[in-house]
């Protein structure tokens, strides 16, 4: 199956809480706290672009997240 990083911006602050949601969901393989642009990665295993979909939407409706960036991974 191939991966994506989900690469998440919070407010200052929710960073931890918002990384234990998402350590919570279903198909989450790694998520940690980064310095720089992003406060948060989590890489995300996924069967369709509908499931990844579904999983960023859920990310961004968590208490203090401002924005996501996804990147998918090519499989060359």
């Known amino acids: ?5 989900i690469l ?3 407010k200052p602050g929710k ?8 350590k919570e969901m279903k198909d989450v393989k790694r998520a940690f706290e980064t ?3 992003f406060d948060i990665v989590a ?3 996924f069967k369709n672009l ?5 999983a ?8 203090g ?3 996501t960036e996804t990147l998918i991974e090519t499989l060359l």
């Open 35 to 37: 310095l720089g642009a």
């Open 15 to 22: 960073d931890p809480y918002a990384l234990e949601k998402i």
């Open 8 to 10: 998440v911006h919070c």
């Open 50 to 54: 509908e499931k990844l979909g579904v």
């Open 56 to 63: 960023v939407y859920e990310i961004a409706k968590i208490d």
């Open 1 to 5: 199956m191939p991966l994506a990083c």
């Open 43 to 45: 890489e995300f295993e």
């Open 65 to 67: 997240v401002v924005s």
